[in-house]
């Protein structure tokens, strides 16, 4: 009960600013045939950009108003399905792969194929994986708005201590574990490299790169000799102490110890740029390269997307707004505001001068490498099944290829189950 | 508790020949049902009527977007073969042992305060309550900074006496307990409160007959504090126990997903919560709620039936 009133508070204290500065810029218009479009998102970092998105295209449609409803992102899903229950759903919101094809398989997403063909919206402006990953038995549900890839962030300042030439692009699994060895400093806590247990940024680069696979047709790539081959080029830093141990990274995460100058490398997404940037130190001696070539050279590239709520009775309206999100004016104004990278091909230059003293075009150049993030129609199941399994061989502990070996049967077990279902 | 008396002796004089005296009191009676209606449909709508859905939807299959498909008892046999379940049961139950560790702590230090001629009582109470007022959130994440492994004043201190730096959240072996400890201390607060009334229930004479006789003060607490505050400490223990069980909120902020003891940390809330909302298995976790409270009404009679055993009505 404490919980819940203590998720309700934090959320509108979180929507409160958003929502006066939307009102704000309203300028008292409201009513009279305008038309009023929920949108959903939990990101606070790009509601300055989404803003200006939403004025540029609310000058083009005076009809329309676009009010944005930001939900942090810890209570994002389950309000969103709530609300989807309850009828009082975002009318047009944010959607991540995990999440896409729960949504799609129920119907509760308005099909956009037959929009797309009728307004000829620039689909193929965009990355081609990114927009499949929001189509759902060959029905378009979802247009992408950004993208992120998994770059290698390496602090300068600790490499020229350590007498070693800098990350770039020739590196391969040997060169980073021959410089995670220098630049570990156990007097200073400094730990070269942070082989930290999250999916997203560490684990699934290290399977893909290795020539392993998290999901193919249907099966798990977990018990798969290259992606245990993967994992294990990772728990190996921690055993010889060049990254820390996950205990220590729970408290202390990756991205903490980074920014405060104790890790050298770390893996990090595109999106993380801003904040880097943020950073003094970061921002003088901080450098972004190519994640390493383990067997082949990869990165896991994820984007959202604005979809349209089956349940909307604005739809003709969202649709517009939608179809505007995907265009180039768009992609201009959120690459202008350098929190993400614009997924519309071309209108990247303006992100990557946003912050000239980071070499951001390598984000840029992995996206021909990229393996998009899997997922499957309830994600959620097996990957809530790997940090159990997987936490005690990367704290040290060993035993990563009978921990591998088992995420794999157990995450086929519920792949089976939601086979079935 | 008193409740069921209460409830019997009315009906019973409701039986009686309707008198003057007696309709009267039937009307008060009717004025009373009008006084507690605001709660009673509080409690029938938010808590009775939710119980009786969930009840229904622990033998279906819970669409994530609403609906539902009648699966009979699927989901208690998912329940039953789940091992992460008897596990989480286990933690629960470690959770409730520590926390019913607050009683004794509370008991200690309401005898305490209770002495005779100590000045700032008032201070002590509201300083051992403020933990128990305090947000679970605010709470948690301050005692994940005291904990942290690498720059937490709990390894600063125990350093001084040359003892290792410890990760005391993410280490399996300690993560339990530590989470049992920030547990204890915020719930000792509520119930010294409750134990302090109790003491100042007990009258003053007896201790003066027992100090003419001669007995000290630790005599004197286990042969007249404890026996008679034996009735608080009952309810308390009832209310501790059933909080503990339900434990969730301390550990879902403390632990973090990406903790490696997240297994062994926890509870049965906390595994009805990954289900419900995080896997979409809402009908499984239906069942684990229902069977929970099942568990929690089981273990409720049973200190009902051994507190003949050791419970002094005065």
């Known amino acids: 009960m404490r919980r819940r009133t203590l998720l309700c508070s934090g959320l509108a204290a979180a929507s409160a600013p958003v929502l006066a500065a939307c009102s704000d810029e309203g300028g008292g218009a409201g009513g009279g045939g305008r038309t009023t479009l929920s949108y959903g998102m939990w990101d606070p970092a790009q509601v300055p950009g989404m803003q200006q998105i939403i004025a540029a295209f609310e000058k083009e449609h005076p009809d329309i108003s676009v009010r944005i409803e930001l939900t942090p992102w810890a209570s994002y899903w389950t309000t969103l399905k709530t609300s989807m229950r309850g009828g009082t759903a975002p009318d047009v919101f944010w959607m991540n792969a995990v999440n896409f094809q729960l949504y799609a398989a129920h119907d509760v997403l308005e099909p956009l194929s037959e929009h797309i063909a009728r307004d000829a919206t620039p689909v193929d402006r965009h990355p081609e994986q990114l927009v499949r990953l929001y189509a759902y038995d060959g029905t378009q549900y979802g247009l992408p708005k950004d993208f992120d890839t998994v770059g290698l962030w390496y602090n300068k300042a600790l490499f020229d201590k350590a007498g070693i030439k800098y990350p770039d692009t020739t590196w391969t699994w040997d060169d980073l574990r021959d410089a995670a060895a220098e630049l570990t400093n156990p007097r200073e806590r400094v730990h070269g490299f942070c082989s930290e247990m999250h999916r997203q940024f560490v684990l699934y680069p290290a399977m893909f790169a290795a020539g392993g696979y998290v999901l193919r047709d249907g099966h798990s790539g977990f018990g798969d000799e290259r992606s245990v081959a993967g994992l294990r080029f990772l728990t190996d830093m921690i055993d010889r102490g060049w990254s820390p141990p996950q205990s220590a990274m729970v408290e202390s995460t990756a991205r903490v110890r980074f920014w405060s100058e104790k890790a050298a490398m770390v893996h990090d997404l595109s999106a993380m740029a801003g904040q880097m940037y943020a950073v003094p130190a970061l921002k003088d001696h901080g450098g972004v390269t190519v994640l390493p070539k383990g067997r082949e050279r990869t990165t896991v590239i994820h984007g959202l997307a604005n979809v349209i709520s089956a349940k909307s009775d604005k739809k003709a309206a969202a649709w517009k707004f939608v179809h505007f999100m995907a265009g180039r004016r768009a992609a201009d104004i959120q690459a202008k505001s350098g929190v993400t990278i614009s997924s519309y091909a071309g209108t990247q230059d303006a992100w990557l001068k946003s912050m000239p003293e980071f070499d951001l075009k390598h984000f840029l150049d992995m996206e021909k490498h990229a393996t998009p993030y899997p997922s499957s129609k309830n994600t959620a199941v097996w990957e809530n099944l790997q940090y159990p399994l997987l936490g005690a061989a990367f704290s040290g502990k060993g035993g990563i290829e009978g921990a591998a070996r088992t995420l794999g049967e157990q995450m086929d077990r519920a792949l089976k189950e939601e086979r079935d279902s | ?314």
């Open chain 2, 1 to 314: 508790m008193s409740v069921f008396p209460a409830t019997a002796a009315a009906k019973s004089a409701g039986r009686r020949a309707p008198t003057s005296a007696a309709r009267s009191s039937r009307h008060g009676r009717r004025a009373g049902y009008w006084f507690i209606a605001p709660l009673g449909l509080g409690f029938a709508v938010f808590y009775f009527w939710p119980m009786i859905q969930t009840f229904y939807f622990s033998f279906t299959e819970f669409g994530p977007f609403g609906g539902h498909t009648w699966t009979g008892t699927d989901n208690y046999a998912r329940v039953l073969r789940d091992v992460t379940v008897w596990q989480a049961l286990g933690n629960t139950l470690i959770y409730c042992g520590i926390g019913l560790l607050a009683l004794p702590l509370a008991i200690v230090i309401a005898a305490l305060l209770n002495r005779r001629g100590l000045r700032g009582v008032s201070l002590y109470r509201a300083l051992y309550f403020v933990p128990f007022v305090t947000l679970p959130v605010a709470v948690g994440l301050v005692w994940n900074w005291l904990y942290n492994g690498d720059f937490g004043l709990l390894n600063e201190i125990l350093g001084w006496f040359g003892v290792d730096r410890h990760y005391w959240v993410s280490d399996p072996s300690t993560a339990v307990f530590a989470i049992g400890a920030v547990m204890v201390w915020s719930t000792t607060g509520y119930y010294l409160i409750i134990f302090m009334a109790g003491i100042k229930a007990i009258p003053q004479d007896y201790y003066e007959a027992a100090e003419l006789d001669g007995a000290g003060p630790l005599r004197r607490f286990f042969t007249i504090t404890l026996p008679l505050l034996s009735p608080t400490l009952f309810f308390a223990s009832v209310i501790c126990m059933i909080q503990s069980l339900q434990t969730f909120d301390l550990i879902y902020i403390m632990m973090g997903e990406k903790n490696p003891a997240v297994g062994d940390t926890q509870s049965v809330v906390g595994l009805f919560y990954k289900w419900a909302f995080m896997e979409n298995a809402q009908g499984a976790a239906a069942a684990l709620a229902f069977l929970l409270m099942l568990l929690i009404a089981g273990l409720t009679y049973l200190q009902f039936r051994l507190q003949r055993k050791w419970v002094h009505y005065g």
